[in-house]
């Protein structure tokens, strides 16, 4: 897994290409945590590339947009979400708790 | 069909993913039924170093994939604690953002994403898990 950070006037893009597993959430939560803790909390999640996400992937986001959420200071978007990725979070019934866009330009245009 | 064993690591469950597509797809599961597949192992096989062994480096898993005309059939042996899975709550799927717990979901996955799964734990034999994805009649 790989990730990529980039910080915008507004809001801070996270992109992942790989797996998102047991094995690698933790890196995906403290990239979320790192960004967090320097108060951005109106982050963009870039999942074209992510070609799998376990229910540990998916805790991390739900977590992360916990974080974000609270005192309404902020949101994680989710662009460019794969088909069968959707329908992992609407299985888990997470789809309700994230703002979805086609393309990073208009997640970031959100904000 | 293929058998192999891995030992009980996260960094272990990609090889284990491989292990299990290559079965898949020589099962001829589609592409959508494929990755429901590798998402209900991954969360099998974490369960197992998580809840049945306790950690990482606590044993091994045990792996079979068997695909035949009906399509595949997935063996788990590990020889951690034995595991009901009665006992485990569903995920309240209904509740808000703040009130979601986390854990729950892997159970719920395998149950959602695979079209039989047989459970048996013996003292012997050690913990059995079998997945069967059949092949959609197109």
Redesign the interface.
């Known amino acids: 897994m790989e990730i990529i950070t980039n910080s915008f006037k507004r809001s801070d893009l996270v992109k992942v290409t790989g797996?998102i597993?047991?094995?690698t959430s933790s890196q995906l939560a403290e990239t979320f945590n790192n960004i967090q803790k320097n108060g951005r909390y109106k982050i963009v999640f870039d999942m074209a590339a992510v070609d799998?996400i376990?229910?540990?992937g998916?805790?991390v986001l739900?977590?992360a947009?916990?974080t974000s959420?609270r005192y309404n200071r902020g949101e994680i978007v989710l662009a460019c979400v794969p088909a069968?990725i959707y329908?992992?979070l609407d299985?888990?019934?997470?789809v309700p708790?994230f703002r979805t866009f086609d393309d990073v330009t208009a997640a970031v245009g959100y904000f | 069909m293929a058998s192999s064993t891995f030992p009980g690591r996260?960094?272990n469950?990609?090889r284990i993913?491989e292990f299990v597509r290559q079965g898949a797809e020589l099962a001829g599961l589609n592409e959508?039924d494929i990755?429901s597949v590798?998402?209900a192992v991954?969360?099998a096989c974490?369960n197992i170093?998580?809840h049945a062994y306790g950690g990482e480096g606590k044993g091994s898993i045990f792996c079979t994939v068997c695909p035949d005309e009906s399509g595949l059939t997935i063996t788990l042996v590990d020889h951690g604690l034995p595991f009901d899975p009665r006992c485990v709550p569903p995920?309240n799927?209904?509740?808000d953002?703040?009130h979601?717990k986390?854990g729950g979901?892997?159970l719920?996955?395998i149950q959602?994403?695979m079209d039989e799964i047989h459970f048996d734990s013996s003292a012997n034999s050690g913990n059995q898990l079998i997945l069967i994805k059949r092949k959609r009649i197109s």
Do not use: C, M
Request: aromatic content about 16%; glycine content about 4%.
């Open positions: 797996r597993d047991s094995a799998f376990s229910s540990s998916l805790w739900v977590n947009q916990k959420k069968r329908s992992t299985l888990a019934g997470f708790f | 996260f960094e469950l990609a993913d959508d990755y590798r998402i991954e969360e974490s170093i998580e995920p799927l209904h509740a953002l703040s979601r986390e979901l892997g719920y996955f959602k994403l």
